[in-house]
């Protein structure tokens, strides 16, 4: 028989981003159906011969999905090397680079400290408190699980310079006392694929 071809490639989702524990999938449409993985199937250099789907023949679909550690990838820029091949063994092997895919963002952010403004003293109703993360990159955001400072919600005094993100607390009437170097903060941040992390040590507060 005449070995197998393959006559294009569909992504999905072909644009946007995936973050760790999000996935891609990528329909080879080929000729004959009937036909099974081949010798190897990656994406973005990872095995997918596991997820191999031939329930839609003569559409063929493997499904990547994100894991911390992977390549990071621009938009437009996933690697592919997929193989299909008959039942006499016949094979064909289609690589390239995806020119319609989402950016690859396989590594989630890391705080590597928290500092507090002013670092000791006390705070009277009125007054703030500015809690300010390094964090491993810059361009990043405020992240989805909330962030709050002594219980109270800081979401909305949020900024960020470089890889340095800050949240601002301002004490009210009512709001939990505390003693020096106990303030209990709990703060997020995601990169543009939603990778998050949330911070909760502050080792010195007023």
Known sequence: ?????????????????????????????ASPSGLGVGDSATINGVDVSGSFDDSGAPQYKFEYTVQEGDADRAANALQISLSLEDD??????????????????????????????????????????????????SGLSKGASGSTINGVDVESTFSASGSQYSFEYTVAEGHADRALDALPISLSLKDAAGNEVTHATLANSP
């Not at 992504?11 to 981003?17: E, K, L």
């Not at 016949?90 to 928290?114: D, K, M, Y």
């Open 1 to 29: 028989p005449a070995c197998p071809t393959i006559v294009s490639h569909a992504t999905s989702p072909a644009s946007g981003s995936r973050g760790v524990g999000e996935s891609v999938v990528v329909t080879l449409s």
């Open 88 to 137: 006499a063994g016949n094979e064909v092997t289609h690589t390239t680079t995806l020119t319609s895919s989402p950016s690859i963002f396989a590594t989630t952010p890391t705080v590597s400290g928290a500092s507090a403004d002013p670092l000791g003293g006390t705070r009277k109703v009125g007054q703030s408190v500015t809690v300010t993360l390094t964090a491993s990159e």
